[in-house]
């Protein structure tokens, strides 16, 4: 019943057929399509074992340096970003003291502090003999928005009333102010 001849095996799917041997490419004269822009038919028409055995054009140092220079003024100003958000926070959390408005004052003053602290570190994959001294007015500027946020925090310190200004929270023979008129909610 069962026959002992060996099948021949069947040919590979067309797909496979198509992806080993890709269709020709059309030339540049019959296509009707333009090249993009930055498209180049040298780089475009190589292979990928081409590609890869060509090393890319070592960058200069003014170009590197410039570079850097960029990285590192994007850094110091990212503070600035965070100014109008944290504002809005510090206003919309009220003046009341509450864990949400005393947690958010507490972070308020917990990042600048760290930013001040680590302020060389975080700048230190930008240092070179030839940026020492453009980066100099980079952390700088970087150091002025911390304080910024700081003044910040201190204002909504003392918006809530935490802060001493007044002669009688340092003298203990001083009286508090007393209000001149009390306004009272009415209810009706």
Request: proline share 10%.
């Amino acid at each position: 019943m069962a026959s002992s001849q060996a099948l021949p095996p069947l040919p590979p799917p067309k797909w496979a057929v198509e992806l080993n041997s890709p269709p020709p490419r059309p030339s540049a004269s019959t296509s009707s399509i333009p090249d993009p822009p930055g498209f180049s038919r040298k780089t475009g028409g190589k292979s990928r074992a081409e590609k890869s055995t060509t090393t890319p054009t070592a960058a200069k140092p003014a170009e590197t340096d410039t570079l850097k220079l960029k990285k590192a003024w994007e850094i110091a100003l990212a503070p600035s970003k965070q100014i109008p958000m944290n504002a809005i926070m510090m206003y919309m959390s009220g003046n009341s003291l509450q864990i949400f408005s005393i947690m958010m004052v507490f972070m308020l003053f917990k990042g600048p502090i760290q930013g001040l602290i680590n302020t060389n570190t975080v700048f230190a994959k930008f240092d070179s003999e030839t940026l020492r001294g453009k980066l100099l007015g980079v952390k700088l500027v970087y150091v002025l928005m911390q304080f910024v946020l700081l003044a910040l925090g201190v204002w909504k310190v003392n918006a809530m009333g935490l802060l001493p200004t007044t002669r009688s929270d340092w003298l203990a023979w001083e009286s508090e102010r007393q209000p001149l008129e009390t306004v009272y909610f009415a209810f009706g």
